[in-house]
């Protein structure tokens, strides 16, 4: 049985996985709204890679007999006032589940939860590639954005992104 501070702050990661999801729905939106296809695909890779985030931590609840409890999804209010905006407000999302990720870590070293702690370890190795990967899209568009030859490159650079589910075993 999961120590009761872990499974709130693992539920939370569930809401919180979901939204990720949505945001990047979002923000695919906002890129196909202005033709920019490979944007669009790579927001929608992230969303359904966000949403099997958040069933890897409802499979590790249920395999817990852990309660999980949904909440309604918050509209995301990010200003999407420039074709660089996503891009740099997915960094500061990503840092921020980062963060998220870290303290059920923390709690779970509090409680001795091993087994979540071992459960986390892929979460961890996951978000520091996802804040590169972030970190990468921005330095690219600050070098190629601004030049329509090389905004229509990396649009179908970013195109060519397919979805890959992830390998983590429960």
């Known amino acids: 049985m999961l120590n009761e501070k872990v499974s709130q702050l693992l539920n939370r990661q ?13 923000y695919s939106n906002f890129y196909s709204d202005r033709g920019l296809d490979g ?12 949403r099997d985030h958040a069933m890897l931590f409802v ?6 007999d852990a309660e999980i409890t949904f909440y ?5 209010d990010d200003i999407l006032d420039s074709l660089s905006a ?6 500061q999302h990503e840092r921020y589940v980062t963060a998220l990720i870290g ?11 091993y087994r979540t702690m071992q459960f986390l370890d892929w979460f961890i190795k996951e978000q520091g ?10 330095k690219k568009m600050e070098l190629f954005g601004s030049e329509a030859k090389g905004l229509y490159m990396l649009d179908q650079e970013l195109g ?3 979805y890959t589910p992830p390998t983590l075993t429960l």
């Open 39 to 50: 944007f669009a695909n790579w927001y929608q890779v992230q969303a359904q890679e966000e």
């Open 103 to 113: 303290s059920i870590c923390e709690a779970a070293s509090e409680a001795k939860d």
């Open 14 to 26: 569930v809401n919180k996985e979901f939204y990720s999801a949505y945001l990047y729905l979002y």
């Open 86 to 91: 996503p891009l740099n407000a997915a960094l």
């Open 59 to 64: 499979q590790y609840m249920q395999n817990n």
């Open 72 to 76: 309604a999804i918050d509209k995301p």
């Open 160 to 162: 060519a992104r397919t």
């Open 129 to 138: 590639e996802e804040e590169t990967i972030a970190g990468d899209l921005i």
